[in-house]
T-cell receptor, first 114, second 121 residues
Framework: ETGVTQTPRHLVMGMTNKKSLKCEQH?????MYWYKQSAKKPLELMFV???????ENNSVPSRFSPECPNSSHLFLHLHTLQPEDSALYLC?????????????FGPGTRLTVL | DQQVKQNSPSLSVQEGRISILNCDYT??????FLWYKKYPAEGPTFLIS?????DKNEDGRFTVFLNKSAKHLSLHIVPSQPGDSAVYFC????????????????????FGRGTQLTVWP
């Protein structure tokens, strides 16, 4: 498989549930990102990992917990979410140390919190 | 405060005509600009980019123009095709060093809200 993959593609969860989103990239990149896309809003950067180290936490509530066990995998652990957290969650990857900053996106996970 | 703005949420163009999508930005430190295209149920896919040292970049039917003094860029699609119907996102980047990132530079993208392009036959 090539590119950036995300699972699951759709997720419905209650406010008391715990779930995880998974992202995997097969591009040999060493930087990975989580974005949130809500209706009528621009893409919001949530977290940045570079060489498996978190380098950016963009004021995201603690009910979102990222994990990057290696440069190919990125997780977003979810617990006690709120209905307003319903959105499309996108993962992206890019190479480090490049003048260009082209990021490659996965298809996203459509999350609905009931 | 939004640093990248796409003021037209939608654009409708007839097949064969030119589509012009516009984007404005406020941060003069941005030095690299990208356009992404997004179909429903898919993630954004990279379309074309331009460095701040250029004012034009062309790739087939797609051309991006950059006007640094006006802090404005545009994407021209000619001729437009029905398969071009999608949401187009403008993004801008400024390389920065994240304090905990072992001294390496890593770009951060700032996105506009997107413009829904519809190309009708």
């Amino acid at each position: 498989e090539t590119g950036v993959t995300q699972t699951p593609r759709h997720l419905v969860m209650g406010m008391t549930n715990k779930k995880s989103l998974k992202c995997e990239q097969h591009l040999g990149h060493n930087a990975m990102y989580w974005y949130k896309q809500s209706a009528k809003k621009p893409l919001e950067l949530m977290f940045v990992y570079s060489l498996e180290e978190r380098v950016e936490n963009n004021s995201v509530p603690s009910r979102f917990s990222p994990e990057c066990p290696n440069s190919s995998h990125l997780f977003l652990h979810l617990h006690t979410l709120q209905p307003e957290d319903s959105a499309l969650y996108l993962c992206a990857s890019s190479p480090r140390d490049r003048d260009e900053n082209e990021q490659f996106f996965g298809p996203g996970t459509r999350l609905t919190v009931l | 405060d939004q640093q990248v703005k796409q003021n037209s949420p939608s654009l409708s163009v007839q097949e064969g005509r030119i589509s012009i999508l516009n984007c404005d930005y406020t941060n003069s430190m941005f030095d690299y600009f990208l356009w992404y295209k997004k179909y429903p149920a898919e993630g954004p896919t990279f379309l074309i980019s331009i460095s701040s040292i250029k004012d034009k970049n062309e790739d087939g039917r797609f051309t991006v123009f950059l006007n640094k003094s006006a802090k404005h860029l545009s994407l021209h699609i000619v001729p437009s095709q029905p398969g071009d119907s999608a949401v187009y996102f403008c993004a801008a980047s400024a390389l920065q060093v994240f304090p905990s990132d072992r001294g390496s530079t890593l770009g951060r993208l700032y996105f506009g809200r997107g413009t829904q392009l519809t190309v009708w036959p």
